[in-house]
């Protein structure tokens, strides 16, 4: 039996492994952006491979919440944007494990930003090139599937900011929300 999360609304156990899935998915992907930067430091990695456990079935345990807030504590001492960007995206993938149902736009974030930080990673290492993120942005559409869009669904609009990741999670919302 599915446990569920009471809040706002409900979401179910196996929702969070969808949501943490796509999470994860994308910082794996971005993982080594960070690993070549700090290569001693392990971090976002144990924040990935916390999430994986969770993912693959195990129960969410203090073990997400630890290595969630160690990754963003690594993404602060990461020397690139683009580095910081990965070390974020692996603790968004840990914390994805614990989304609150609450109708809250900052929500959002745990669901969208990683896509949004790896689409800001492509950018950079094309040059500040607009036109990748974008092109990144399409495939992170792509890839969301129909029990991810109905959760992202239950939440607000993503917040509205000026810097790229927050714009380039905007444009990700709106057009997942487009597609329902």
Known sequence: MTTTVSG??????????????????????????????????????????????????????KLQRVTSLDA?????DAPTEASRLA????????????LHPIAKAHQVGHILR?????????EINAGDDTEVGNKMIEQARQRATPVLID???????????????????????ASLRASR
């Open 8 to 61: 706002d609304f409900e979401l179910t156990m196996d929702e969070l492994r969808v949501v943490a899935r796509y999470v994860a998915e994308t910082a794996q992907e971005v993982l080594p952006v960070f690993e070549d930067a700090s290569p001693s430091d392990p971090r976002p990695r144990a924040a990935l491979d916390a999430a994986w456990e969770f993912i693959n079935g195990a129960r969410r345990t």
């Open 72 to 76: 963003h504590r690594a993404a602060k």
């Open 87 to 98: 070390a974020r995206a692996a603790g968004d993938a840990a914390a994805a494990a614990y």
């Open 114 to 122: 990683a896509a949004a930080s790896a689409a800001r990673i492509a």
């Open 151 to 173: 959760v992202l669904n239950r939440y607000p609009l993503a917040p509205a900011s000026k810097n790229r990741v927050a714009q380039l999670m905007t444009t990700l919302d």
